[in-house]
């Protein structure tokens, strides 16, 4: 039986998306070479300003929009010396402060929100001034899905 050559081509094509993996889902990231289906989603971001050499605060919400639990295990940013993730507390005698918090594990479906009072991130011994309308990068390494970055605004308060 022969194919004409229109025919043959589509078959082709057919063939070659179907082997290839092509997706339309643009919700999909790697992971060892797996794909995860949905992903990890940084929003609402913000900096305070800072001026070269002391610290700012930086906050944003983490959507883990996968079928699994993520951990958000280190963060860094080209503007600062040091970058940490810090939790505020606040003690029964009025002592209040804030402490470095370590990897976060992000549930499947939750999200991790950043807030002033709460946990954060803290930029440390800033490498220029951070000054209302310019924005900082933040580089997330998540243990899953990998690191992502995300420019967030300077500004007083949000």
């Known amino acids: 039986m022969m194919m004409n050559t229109s025919t043959f081509l589509t078959a082709a094509v057919i063939i070659a998306l179907i082997s290839?993996?092509?997706?339309?889902?643009?919700?999909q990231q790697k992971d060892n070479g797996n794909v995860i289906l949905g992903k990890v989603e940084l929003t609402d971001?913000?900096?305070?300003?800072?001026?070269?050499?002391n610290t700012s605060g930086a906050y944003l919400t983490i959507a883990n929009g996968t079928a699994e639990a993520d951990t958000l295990r280190r963060i860094s940013s080209p503007a600062a010396g040091k970058t940490e993730l810090h939790q505020s507390y606040s003690e029964g005698d009025g002592v209040s402060g804030m402490r470095p918090a370590g990897p976060q594990a992000i549930k499947a479906a939750q999200e991790l929100v950043l807030n002033p009072g709460g946990l954060h991130i803290m930029l440390m011994n800033l490498n220029q001034d951070l000054a209302v309308g310019d924005?900082?990068?933040?580089n997330l390494e998540f243990a899953r899905?990998?690191?992502q970055s995300v420019?967030?605004?300077i500004q007083i308060q949000q």
């Open 20 to 27: 290839s993996g092509c997706s339309s889902d643009s919700n």
């Open 45 to 53: 971001g913000w900096a305070r300003p800072g001026s070269k050499g």
């Open 145 to 147: 899905v990998g690191s």
């Open 135 to 138: 924005s900082v990068t933040i």
């Open 151 to 153: 420019k967030l605004p």
